[in-house]
Every structure is written in structure tokens, then in C-alpha cells.
């Protein structure tokens, strides 16, 4: 399973992109920064998209991602019910933006929604994903897919800490999971619901006290005022619990 790192932050620049993953070519996580970093040809090869939640920076690209339906094939928006009803009501509801599930045509549109239930293994384009729920303060999933071989990630969208009973249902290869804000700012992660360096700590602690093990881990939805300090921050807490937690970055590839 190859994992690209199309947009690892919450802010969006020239150099930042927002938040936005890509398996094996074909599987899009989040899609912040869909077209902004593919090419047509590579967002034709999407086949399906997994939305964590309804945060502008994690949908904003479906809206000129269908708009591109270059080749006329539908394409298929995965979330909680929720979710897809805030995309469908407010996004892609004909008034900014065309209703996409109508058109070009109404029996072949260029997207269409698949609600999947929290808890409840799917199989999506022959992966297995399970949406398990997160702390965001509004319905948010993270998710776990697993390919042919058994090989898993799990990609937490926006959370704050208190995700330990979800998490020990998985056995993760990767984990790829947020930190928005630096430890000075601990108090107001937990307020607006994201984590900051010693809070993902002490949720990989909790992981590894349940399941024995902390998978190399991958930090993403980085605020770029402060990602030199939160980048610190994180190598005092890998060196701290002896385990890779690398920042993204935007390019970054991995294979597990
Ligand atoms: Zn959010
Ligand atoms: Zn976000």
C-alpha cells in the first residue's frame, strides 16, 4: 500500500496544502487539496473518496474535483450519513456549486454519496475500511483501510485526546493521525478539539498500554505558524517514547 502525503496542514499557501491522502493512486482520504496537487489524469484514477468530517478543509476539493469529471464516470463520496448530508445540503446543493450528484447526467453523475456506519467493517474498491468516531465536537470518523495483503493505516481526521476505546480496535502499520496546535497551547487544543504534541502522546501511550506496540506514526493537519515549534515538540516526544512519529509533509510517500 503506497500512502501520498497530498496536503499534511490546515492553512493553505503557495508552500501548505490542506489536508488531503491518497492510497495506492486510487483512494482518497479528506480532500482539501485534491485538485490543487493532482494532475486530471491522476484525479481521473480516483475511484472513491473517504470524508472524515464536514470541515471545509477536508471537503473543499470535491466541489471542483466533480466539476472536472473529465471522463465521465462516477465517482463515489464514502462517509457517516451526517456528513454527506452537510455536502450534499450545503456544498454541492446547485447553489455555489452545481449539484454534482444530478449531473451531467442524472442516471451518470459525476459524484454520488455512500453512507457507511461507524463500527460497521465496508468493503470500498476492494479495501476494507472501518469508520470509527472521533472528538472533534461534531460527527467525525477516522478511518482504518486494509488492502489484499493485510497491510492497515488508520487516519484519525481532526480529534482531540479521549479516542483510546476506538483505537484499541485496530492494529494499525501506520498511523497517521493530527496535531494542530504546539504544547503552549494545550488548553485550547482541548477546547476546539485538536491535539497538540504531549496529548498525542499521551494517546499513543494509551494505545500502546492496550495493544503492546506503537505504530510508526505520521503527524498531519499541521497549523503552519507554528509548525517549527510543534516539529520539536514531536522529536522530544519520539526520542521521550522511542518510537518514529514523523511530521508530514506535502510529496511525502510511504509504503507499508
Ligand atoms: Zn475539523
Ligand atoms: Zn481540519
Redesign the pocket.
Known sequence: MEIRFLGVHNLESVDTKLVSLLIDGVLAIDAGSITTTLSFEEQQRIKSFLIT?H?F??IRDLATFGLANLDWSTKSIYSIQSVLDVITGSLLNGTLYPDMTQIPLPDNPSLKTCAIEEYKRADVDGYGVLALPMA?GIP?VGYEITDKEGKSVFYSG?TTNGISEPLERISPNLLVIETTLPDRMRDSAIEVKHLCPSLLAETLLEFKKAKGYIPPTVVVHINPVYEEEIGKEIQHASDKLDTEILLGYEGMKIVI
Open positions: 468530517h470541515h478543509d477536508h472533534h467525525t481532526d
